[in-house]
């Protein structure tokens, strides 16, 4: 079997390190995007077979377009897929940036950045390498906490919870954004997958994990693999159930 061409962005650790683990055991070549190339030697990331590093820093728009002219580099026949796993929670857990008294214009507008502008700017300036190929799939890490009904079933969890309003609306914006490029380009064969990867043990959720990063990436692979652009338009999860929007 040919191996894919996959897309991995923010592979440094948590979960993209995961996803860039397992697709690279099983044979996928994956373009693994790092803030440092540098930085990588010496790392487990850096010991694994089939990956090449491309640098990119999401909040730098100049980045990603040397980015994407690197991946065009490294796959000019075309990719398979894009897994736009990097995301950020700039700021810490508490009342401070749980409360609509205490907003932080910077913090988020520093988090829309990278959370939703950087993920659909690379998507569009890859379109032309995923079609040269007929895989044509593209994921974005959402979370549930982006959901609206989710939230208002479980309003108090919220409020113990103290999820970061900013960053809850910057998925709940990345949803949007999946929306509109499957609604472009699902009838070209593309398969648009928002999805939620878990409560998972990474630096962003500190003790608040649930699930590894090794769980979180198996789960999602196995769904993304079963999808095509004939399946339904939904945010799904990394168990497989549906996440209500």
Do not use: C
């Not at 990603?64 to 580099?73: L, P, T, V, W």
């Not at 988020?108 to 040269?132: D, G, Q, R, W």
């Not at 593309?190 to 630096?203: K, Q």
Request: glycine share 8%; charged share 20%.
């Amino acid at each position: 079997m040919t191996p894919k061409v996959i897309v991995v962005t923010g592979t440094n650790r948590g979960i993209g390190l995961a996803l860039a683990t397992e697709l690279s055991q099983r044979g996928d070549i994956v373009l693994a995007t790092v803030r440092s190339k540098a930085k990588v030697i010496g790392t487990p990331l850096a010991a694994l077979p089939n990956v090449k590093f491309v640098e990119m820093e999401a909040d730098d728009f100049g980045s990603i377009d040397n980015a994407a002219a690197e991946i065009e580099g490294l796959a000019p026949e075309g990719i398979d897929e894009l897994w736009n796993n990097l995301g950020v929670l700039n700021v810490g857990y508490g009342a401070s940036v749980t409360s609509v008294r205490s907003v932080n214009p910077g913090d988020m507008a520093s988090e829309y950045k990278i959370n939703v502008i950087a993920p659909s700017y690379l998507t569009s300036k890859l379109l032309p390498l995923l079609e040269k190929r007929q895989t044509r799939k593209i994921i974005f890490m959402s979370s549930i906490v982006a959901s609206v009904e989710f939230s208002k079933e479980h309003a108090q969890f919220m409020t113990e919870m103290e999820v970061p309003y900013s960053y809850s609306t910057t998925k709940t914006a990345l949803n949007m954004a999946a929306w509109y490029f499957h609604n472009q380009l699902n009838s070209a064969g593309f398969t648009i997958v928002p999805i939620h990867p878990g409560v998972v043990l990474t630096d962003m959720n500190n003790s608040r994990g649930q699930i590894s990063a090794e769980d979180s990436a198996t789960g999602m692979l196995g769904i993304v693999d079963a999808l095509s652009a004939a399946d339904d338009f939904l945010l799904r999860s990394y168990d497989g159930s549906i996440i209500p929007w």
